[in-house]
C-alpha cells in the first residue's frame, strides 16, 4: 500500500505477514464454486491461481499532527500459538516498521481496534523472560468491552493471548479503556462497527 493522504492524516501499512490461505478458514461459507464465481475482481491481488485467498496481517502508522498511532499490532514474536504459521514467529516486523519512519519509541498511541490474536501481537516484547511493552512511550487504546469480555477467559484457548500481549500492558497501567465511540483528536474518533467478535 502506498501511503494515503486524508485530510491531515497520513496512513500508511507495515505488513507482518503475507501468503496464500483456504477462503474457508475466513469464510466459511466460501466454497470453491462461489468464490470462483468473483475471480474476476479478486484475481491477482486477493486470489491466486489455485483460489486461495491472498492475505496480509498487518499495522497501520496513522501520522496526525502531533500524533503517531499504531492500529493494530498482529502476531508478534516469541509467541506460542494454535495455528502453526503464527507459532514462536520470528520476524523482522520492528525494523519495517523503523524503515517506515515509525521506530517503537516514536510511537504515541497503541490502537488495538480489538483483541484477536492477529491484532495484538507486537503490543509486547519478550525482555528476559518477561512480557513488556513494546512500544515504551505509547499509551495504549482497548475497548472496554473487549477487555471486559476476553480478559475473563483464562481457561480457554484465548487465555495465553491475553496473558502475553494484553494483560501486561494492563498491569503496567499502560491501557486506556474506552468506549465505542471514543475522541482520540480533533482528526480521529472511533466509531463502533461491532459483529466481528462475541464482545462487539
Partial sequence: ?????IGRIRVENVVEWYGPTRPTWVLPDAAPEAVERHRDWLAPHFMDARGRFLMSIHSFILRAPGLTVLVDTCVGNDKPRQNPGWHMLQTDFLDRLAAAGCPPESVDLV??????????????????????????????????????????????????????????????????????????????????????????
Fill in 111 to 200: 490502537l488495538c481496534t480489538h483483541l484477536h490474536v492477529d491484532h495484538v501481537g507486537w503490543n509486547t516484547r519478550l525482555d528476559n523472560g518477561r512480557w513488556v511493552p513494546t512500544f515504551p512511550r505509547a499509551r495504549y487504546l482497548f475497548a472496554r468491552t473487549e477487555w471486559e469480555h476476553w480478559s475473563k477467559l483464562d481457561g480457554d484457548e484465548y487465555g495465553p493471548i491475553i496473558a502475553d500481549s494484553v494483560r501486561p500492558i494492563v498491569e503496567a497501567g499502560r491501557a486506556d479503556l474506552v468506549e465505542g465511540n471514543h475522541r482520540i483528536s480533533e482528526e480521529l474518533t472511533l466509531e463502533p462497527t461491532p459483529g466481528h467478535t462475541p464482545a462487539t
Fill in 1 to 5: 500500500m502506498k501511503p494515503v493522504e
